[in-house]
């Protein structure tokens, strides 16, 4: 049974950083895209972040450049996000989620999903 857990959510104030990790187990091969998505009060879940493993190729939202950064480690069975510089605007549930193949932006052909971590970001 494949199982992706995240950690690491919290408070922070604005300017902060926190850092999610993200385990995938149970997995027969390793997905080809692992990624981040958040949900924010009120909107539809985004893609965050995302990351093919095979060739560490990556996908940032323009929201969310040059302040996170998502690393894979372990054989690529954890993936991590660094968020610096937060903002109030980042506050959401963020999910990890995986995929075969290639990564897309369409978040239906994402298989597995997290349970998601609650991440506050206060002003």
């Known amino acids: 049974q494949e199982h992706l857990v995240e950690s690491g959510g919290g408070s922070v104030q604005a300017g902060g950083s926190l850092r999610l990790s993200c385990v995938a187990s149970g997995y027969t091969s390793k997905p080809g895209c692992m990624g981040w998505f958040r949900q924010s009060p009120g909107k539809e879940r985004e893609e965050v972040v995302t990351?093919?493993?095979?060739?560490?190729?990556?996908y940032y939202a323009d929201s969310v450049k040059g302040r996170f950064t998502i690393s894979t480690a372990n054989a690529k069975n954890t993936v991590y996000l660094q968020m610096n510089s937060l903002k109030p605007e980042d506050t959401g549930v963020y999910y990890c989620?995986?995929?075969?193949?290639?990564?897309?932006?369409?978040?239906?052909?994402?298989?597995?999903w997290g349970q998601g971590t609650q991440v506050t970001v206060s002003s």
């Open positions: 989620a995986a995929a075969y193949g290639l990564c897309q932006r369409d978040l239906s052909l994402y298989a597995w």
């Open positions: 990351i093919y493993t095979p060739f560490g190729t990556t």
